[in-house]
């Protein structure tokens, strides 16, 4: 089945750090791309789409020069969280979506970014 | 845009029995339905879905039924196992604008298969 790659899986860093996530399509095509952030017990919250070579669409009260992403190919995502700060800890999963509307949506396994 | 509500928000079984988790959803262009199932630290995975199309569908398992009149869809799961203890997300697919879909996710059950 589908699979779609997430790295790294967890990330320690200190306060001030700019942290990159990677998100892969390994066996399909991503025309889409979705990046999500996870509250603990919480339900995923959309923060972005992003469609391969143009400019991600960023949902309300998300800060683009915050979380900086790129769809630079149709496989490759990464999401870039710029000068990380304690509260921007959480879980952030992407999910990739094949080439037509009627394509099922498939998710990484997420990355736990912890700030100190 | 979407509103999605999920019921329950928790609910355990006797290993054995069936599960069953409701969402309705309130945009009736709304066409598609996936559930998700997330293990703790991992992503949600893809389960089964069912577009507007059909009214039910079933794989070994687990089946999802969809009313769309009514505006509402079920997942059932028989037979319940341990390893199917996880947290559960329901999903619509719906415009966004600018050409844009996305879905919009149910809040989530939590599921507890006790052996």
């Known amino acids: 089945g589908a699979v779609v790659s997430q790295h790294p899986s967890r990330v320690i860093c200190k306060s001030g750090t700019s942290v990159k996530i990677e998100c892969r399509s390994l066996d399909f095509q991503a025309t889409t791309m979705f990046w999500y952030r996870q509250f603990p017990k919480k339900s995923l919250m959309l923060m972005a789409t992003s469609n391969e070579g143009s400019k991600a669409t960023y949902e309300q009260g998300v800060e683009k020069d915050k979380f900086l992403i790129n769809h630079a190919s149709l496989t490759l995502s990464t999401l870039t969280v710029t000068s990380a700060h304690p509260e921007d800890s959480s879980f952030y999963i992407c999910?990739?979506?094949?080439?037509?509307?009627?394509?099922?949506?498939?998710f990484g396994d997420g990355t736990r970014l912890s700030i100190l | 845009g979407e509103n999605v509500e999920q019921h329950p928000s928790t609910l355990s079984v006797q290993e054995g029995d069936s599960a069953v988790i409701k969402c309705t959803y309130s945009?009736?262009?709304?066409?598609?339905f996936p559930w998700y199932k997330q293990e703790l630290g991992k992503g949600p995975q893809l389960i089964i879905d069912i577009r507007s199309n059909v009214g039910e569908k079933k794989d070994q398992r687990i089946a999802v039924t969809l009313n769309k009149t009514a505006k509402h869809f079920s997942l059932h799961i028989t037979e319940t196992q341990p390893e199917d203890s996880a947290v559960y997300f329901c999903?619509?697919?719906?415009?966004?604008?600018?050409?844009?879909?996305?879905?919009?996710f149910g809040k989530g059950t939590k599921l507890s298969v006790i052996p």
């Open positions: 999910s990739a979506r094949d080439r037509g509307l009627d394509q099922p949506q498939h």
């Open positions: 999903a619509a697919l719906a415009y966004s604008g600018a050409g844009s879909y996305q879905l919009t």
């Open positions: 945009d009736s262009a709304s066409n598609y």
